[in-house]
């Protein structure tokens, strides 16, 4: 395989491993493509081996660094031009991570404000769902309200038992049992005066699927579909997906 000609995108997944897939599908999903061959290269790492983000910044656990390294490093040595990481809680080492890697990495959390604007959300208040160290920590709070926005964060109470019960039975393959206590956080942020609520944790947008979401009245940004948006944006910027690849 002749590398020069690469042009892949690399997904470092695995964080959960149903997210990671599901980004894989979705960005196929999104790209405007007529044939297989418009579609965006990928490579996917989905490996579950990757300590846990948000025991390791919360309770001391064990450091996924060295894991998300030996990741970044394999899919830059792969071919990668560009790195996607479907997990938001990762982000707390986007800094380590964009350091690390031979190619741009994207920003998932800027990738979802994007998304905002996209969807006409140029401002207003916005609901934030996600694991406890990605609200706790503030990632999305400084990014969003960087921009413009003010945030609307659940209480301790129902980031453990709605946000984290629903990312929890998504991460058990209990995908019918994630739903009830996402919509439920939903329905708490939209009556405390959310204009739109952000799935800030790639297991969200799985517990909340497509079909269900204009039912909640409220607009929604998914994470997994903002980045994936990012990546194609991306692409069709820099012409990447027009390399050929030859043996």
């Known amino acids: 395989m002749n590398h020069s000609a690469s042009c892949y995108l690399g997904v470092l997944g695995g964080m959960g491993p149903l997210a990671g897939a599901a980004f894989a599908m979705r960005l196929a999903a999104l790209t405007p493509a007529s044939v297989d061959q418009q579609h965006i290269p990928t490579l996917l790492l989905n ?33 990668a031009r560009l790195i996607a990481v479907p997990c938001n809680t990762a982000h707390l080492w986007y800094e380590q991570m964009a350091q690390a890697s031979e190619c741009e990495v994207l ?82 942020l939209r009556m405390r005066g959310a204009d ?4 800030g944790c790639t297991e969200l947008p799985l517990a909340v699927p497509h079909v269900l979401r204009k ?8 994470s997994i579909d903002a980045l994936a948006q990012a990546a194609i944006a991306h692409y069709q910027a820099h012409n990447l997906a027009a390399d050929t690849l030859t043996a």
Request: hydrophobic share 40%; with cysteine; net charge negative.
């Open 107 to 188: 920003h998932i959390i800027e990738a979802v404000a994007e998304d905002l604007r996209r969807q006409g959300i140029t401002r207003g208040r916005i609901g934030l769902m996600g694991t406890a160290a990605t609200l706790a920590l503030g990632l999305y709070q400084q990014t969003l309200e960087k921009h413009g926005y003010t945030c609307i964060v659940p209480t301790e109470e129902e980031i453990d038992t709605l946000c984290m019960g629903s990312i929890r039975a998504v991460k058990g393959n209990q995908l019918e049992a994630s739903f009830a206590p996402a919509a439920e956080c939903i329905n708490r």
């Open 196 to 199: 739109a609520v952000v799935l």
């Open 47 to 79: 490996d579950p081996r990757i300590p846990d983000r948000s025991t390791a910044r919360l309770y001391g656990g064990a450091d996924p660094w060295p894991a998300m390294l030996r990741g970044i490093r394999m899919l830059n040595d792969a071919g």
């Open 215 to 222: 039912s909640l009245g409220i607009p929604l940004t998914d």
